[in-house]
């Protein structure tokens, strides 16, 4: 059984097949919808909360 995945960034679901996994060098694995979450959160290490488009900026 799938079990849908979360950005790490944004919250978005991501669907079987898409999205972008980044695997540290410790193991950990972050999944991303797109590149543009995965470069606000590894290079320039921004916060989602204060990201209009994120949906983690919302309450819930």
Same mark, same amino acid.
């Given at each position: 059984?799938? #079990?849908?995945?979360?950005?790490?960034? @944004?919250?978005?679901? #991501?669907?079987? *097949?898409? *999205? #972008? =996994?980044?695997?540290?060098?410790?193991g950990?694995?972050?999944?991303? @919808?797109?590149?543009?979450?995965? #470069?606000?959160?590894?290079? =320039? *290490?921004?916060?989602?909360?204060?990201?209009?488009?994120?949906?983690?900026?919302?309450?819930?």
């Amino acid at each position: 059984m799938y #079990i849908p995945k979360r950005c790490s960034f @944004c919250g978005k679901e #991501i669907r079987l *097949g898409l *999205g #972008i =996994l980044f695997v540290r060098n410790d193991g950990s694995t972050r999944p991303y @919808c797109s590149s543009k979450c995965k #470069i606000n959160d590894t290079k =320039l *290490g921004r916060d989602p909360r204060k990201f209009k488009w994120a949906r983690r900026n919302r309450a819930q």
